[in-house]
Nanobody, 116 residues
Framework: QVQLVESGGGLVQPGGSLRLSCAASVSFARIYEMGWYRQAPGKQRELVAT???????NYKDSVKGRFTISRDNAKNTLYLQMNSLDPEDTALYYC??????????WGQGTQVTVSS
């Protein structure tokens, strides 16, 4: 079981920015895919962005051009830079990793609230 610790959430005004971080307890060399998901109240958890070991990325359409997923392999840390935030981005954001044998782990979540 990979331990994941997210940080960086908070309250931000519309149009503002936040950077989420997710520190993993294992080397990224053991991880096939890493990603950010979010869940708003009353809604299902949804994919926000993923990045695979080869570097390919995938984004939810509504965040393309505003969010950027990246990783620091030396620090075993995943990031999500979020710009031009909108109230619709308000949610609990979760970090997720998938190993090469299909094992998956989730973080505890970090709250992002976009409001004036």
């Amino acid at each position: 079981q990979v331990q994941l610790v997210e940080s960086g959430g908070g309250l931000v005004q519309p149009g503002g920015s936040l950077r989420l971080s997710c520190a993993a307890s294992v080397s990224f060399a053991r991880i096939y895919e890493m990603g950010w998901y979010r869940q708003a109240p009353g809604k299902q958890r949804e994919l926000v962005a993923t990045i695979r070991s080869g570097g390919s990325t995938n984004y939810k359409d509504s965040v393309k051009g505003r969010f950027t997923i990246s990783r620091d392999n030396a620090k075993n840390t995943l990031y999500l830079q979020m710009n031009s935030l909108d109230p619709e981005d308000t949610a609990l954001y979760y970090c997720n990793v998938v190993g090469y044998v299909g094992n998956t782990s989730w973080g505890q979540g970090t709250q992002v609230t976009v409001s004036s």
